[in-house]
């Protein structure tokens, strides 16, 4: 029997229909197993008897990505090589045996594009099942968001500049009218000014200084005060930091001592909240290639250095970012609060 008539029958033991994730189909040729994995937001994995044979991130949406995993099934079938094979670009897509975060109500402020940490955290909450109200910088912002927020089935998508007043209440006013309730949030922005960012420490002028913190720290305790009405029933806070914090990493500067602040503010937080049980975590990513990456000078050196020396040889992805962040926010993880969780492959051990 060709492969083109074959049954693609779906994963009984993962979610189907509107509100699913990550689906899962399979069908069976002759001795091959071949199982297709489809996110909403377009990206899916071919895999023939457990291995990856192709993927695809680029589908608009669930069904494309399924249309085009099936056609690169037929060609697998008919001993056809596949071009898009072992893509290294597409990202991997998040395969969820139940839906962990269902029911969970989350707000993820931070995504600019699909290469922003905030995009893989909330695309890892999103296949554990998690509903999510999510932010764009401005106008400009939207375009790039938009998109993203349609494949979250974000029901709530607002505008979010931390230095326009009233925007991030109005973010929170829409939420507690909506949803009543708050279970996370994700809080990935950072920013200084060029000049504040480029110069040594010891120059920094007032307004810079006061900008990197405002935007990059004082937004993350504004957050936690706002959502702690929301969180009756506890939840859980995330903000992200890096490794410059606690050591002199080149060229991170003014950034290093906001990200000092917003490590020593989830300790003071955690010790106020918890009693509610509200959770408060720094995640700190080894380097990422994001926008925000891009205006710290010789970005590149800090990446291969990352790779070289952490233990695990490997740098880190968003996706490996979200599922960590995720996990963290489910009850299995209630005992785990105050602290500066690393996901670097171990880098911070060793350097
Ligand atoms: N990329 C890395 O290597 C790395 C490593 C560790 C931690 N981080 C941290 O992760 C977080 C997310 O950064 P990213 O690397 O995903 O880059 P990114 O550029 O994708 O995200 C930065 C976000 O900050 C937002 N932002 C900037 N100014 C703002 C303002 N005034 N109001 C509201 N939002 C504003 C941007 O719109 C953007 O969405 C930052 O806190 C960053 O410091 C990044």
Same mark, same amino acid.
């Given at each position: +029997?060709?492969?083109?008539?074959?049954?693609?029958?779906?994963?009984?033991?993962?979610?189907?229909?509107?509100?699913?994730?990550?689906?899962?189909?399979?069908? !069976?040729?002759?001795?091959?197993?071949?199982?297709?994995?489809?996110?909403?937001?377009?990206?899916?994995?071919?895999?023939?008897?457990?291995?990856?044979?192709?993927?695809?991130?680029?589908?608009?949406?669930?069904?494309?990505?399924?249309?085009?995993?099936?056609?690169?099934?037929?060609?697998?079938?008919?001993?056809?090589?596949?071009? +898009?094979?072992?893509?290294?670009?597409?990202?991997?897509?998040?395969?969820?045996?139940?839906?962990?975060?269902?029911?969970?109500?989350?707000?993820?402020?931070?995504?600019?594009?699909?290469?922003?940490?905030?995009?893989?955290?909330?695309?890892?909450?999103?296949?554990?099942?998690?509903?999510?109200?999510?932010?764009?910088?401005?106008?400009?912002?939207?375009?790039?968001?938009?998109?993203?927020?349609?494949?979250?089935?974000?029901?709530?998508?607002?505008?979010?500049? &931390?230095?326009?007043?009233?925007?991030?209440?109005?973010?929170?006013?829409?939420?507690?009218?909506?949803?009543?309730?708050?279970?996370?949030?994700?809080?990935?922005?950072?920013?200084?000014?060029?000049?504040?960012?480029?110069?040594?420490?010891?120059?920094?002028?007032?307004?810079?200084?006061?900008?990197?913190?405002?935007?990059?720290?004082?937004?993350?305790?504004? +957050?936690?005060?706002?959502?702690?009405?929301?969180?009756?029933?506890?939840?859980?806070?995330?903000?992200?930091?890096?490794?410059?914090?606690?050591?002199?990493?080149?060229?991170?500067?003014?950034?290093?001592?906001?990200?000092?602040?917003?490590?020593?503010?989830?300790?003071? !937080?955690?010790?106020?909240?918890?009693?509610?049980?509200?959770?408060?975590?720094?995640?700190?990513?080894?380097?990422?290639?994001?926008?925000?990456?891009?205006?710290?000078?010789?970005?590149?050196?800090?990446?291969?250095?990352?790779? &070289?020396?952490?233990?695990?040889?490997?740098?880190?992805?968003?996706?490996?970012?979200?599922?960590?962040?995720?996990?963290?926010?489910?009850?299995?993880?209630?005992?785990?609060?105050?602290?500066?969780?690393?996901?670097?492959?171990?880098?911070?051990?060793?350097?």
């Amino acid at each position: +029997m060709p492969l083109q008539t074959a049954n693609w029958e779906p994963n009984k033991e993962m979610p189907v229909g509107k509100g699913a994730t990550v689906q899962q189909f399979f069908t !069976v040729l002759g001795k091959d197993r071949f199982e297709i994995s489809v996110a909403p937001w377009g990206e899916g994995q071919l895999k023939v008897n457990g291995q990856e044979v192709a993927r695809t991130a680029e589908a608009k949406d669930r069904r494309q990505a399924f249309t085009t995993l099936k056609q690169a099934a037929e060609r697998y079938a008919r001993g056809e090589p596949l071009e +898009m094979s072992k893509n290294g670009k597409a990202r991997l897509i998040p395969t969820v045996k139940a839906k962990l975060l269902d029911g969970k109500k989350g707000l993820v402020v931070g995504i600019a594009n699909e290469q922003s940490i905030a995009w893989g955290c909330a695309a890892a909450f999103r296949a554990f099942g998690a509903d999510l109200a999510v932010t764009y910088l401005n106008d400009k912002a939207k375009k790039h968001v938009d998109p993203l927020a349609r494949a979250l089935e974000s029901p709530i998508v607002m505008p979010l500049d &931390a230095r326009v007043p009233g925007q991030m209440e109005a973010v929170f006013e829409r939420i507690t009218k909506e949803w009543g309730k708050l279970d996370f949030v994700v809080h990935s922005i950072a920013f200084a000014p060029q000049q504040a960012l480029h110069g040594r420490v010891v120059d920094v002028p007032l307004d810079g200084f006061l900008t990197t913190m405002h935007v990059s720290c004082w937004t993350f305790l504004r +957050m936690a005060q706002l959502a702690e009405p929301l969180m009756k029933k506890g939840g859980t806070l995330f903000t992200m930091t890096y490794y410059g914090s606690r050591t002199v990493v080149k060229n991170y500067n003014i950034m290093g001592v906001a990200k000092a602040a917003l490590e020593s503010a989830v300790r003071y !937080v955690s010790a106020e909240l918890g009693p509610k049980g509200i959770r408060v975590h720094a995640i700190s990513p080894g380097p990422l290639a994001t926008r925000a990456a891009s205006g710290i000078p010789e970005f590149d050196k800090l990446l291969e250095k990352a790779k &070289a020396k952490a233990p695990a040889r490997s740098l880190v992805s968003i996706e490996d970012v979200g599922a960590a962040t995720a996990f963290l926010a489910h009850d299995v993880a209630r005992l785990i609060t105050g602290d500066t969780i690393y996901i670097d492959g171990g880098y911070h051990v060793v350097d």
